[in-house]
């Protein structure tokens, strides 16, 4: 590569144009450009977020950081593009799965579906989410044992609390055999991250959603594990069981599975209520 190196980023000067797009698409600020093109400002390195953004969006492939080259990213392919009709095939056709085979989840192909779902937006792209999974169905089933503890020990002590959530129900359908629970899903993925991130709680739901919408291009099917969530952060013979290090918290759990049933249709869902406002 010719061109000019700089603190953080290279510029191959054949390829460059100098058209300003990657100074114009730095979400940091970074990047200045000059009539010899893009250079750093100064304090680039310790400002720089590591988005990748400047490499992506220059067209002429001139664009390389320290860290990351035009050849080590996917290339955007037209044909693949969703229009709007596949889109909203591809996110009105999402189910939530409450009913598995009893198959165990392959390896390779959940972290497959995992580092897709590790794309997601995170604020200043920190990526601080971290991972537990459970793909052990007897400790899943010891997973929801003590969930059920914990809604025994809410109905005597918050009955009305325990109402609330039917946990009662859940608890009797439980005793007859019945996990409603996790599910009897093979699979469970917690999501937590360091309590020192303000932004822990979003970035892990909005990587959660990623690996929702990921799965399905798997055959795999996903459903939200509220009542364990709630559960890990109140009860600690769970917390325990799961081992997550200190000061850091879960803020989402998916039971993950192959789906024993298939759906032929998508149901309506209520519009968007919107209130624009009139300044």
Known sequence: MQGMKM???KIDSEKCDKDGICAIECPAYIIEMTSEGPVPVEGAREICIKCGHCVAVCPKAAFSLEFLSPDQCMPIEKQLVLTADHAEHFLRSRRSV??????????????KALTLACCAPTASNRQIVKWLVVNKKEDVVKIAAH????MRYVSKTHPQVAQAYNMENLIIEWDKGTDRICRDAPQLVFAYASDEFASAAADCHITLAYLELALPGFNLGSCWAGYVNTAVNHWPNLAKELKLPEKHTCHGILMVGFPKLKYYRAPKRNSPDIRYHAG
């Open 147 to 150: 969930v059920i503890d914990w």
């Open 7 to 9: 603190s953080i980023f």
């Open 98 to 111: 409450r009913r598995y085979k009893d198959k165990p989840v392959p390896k390779d192909i959940f972290e």
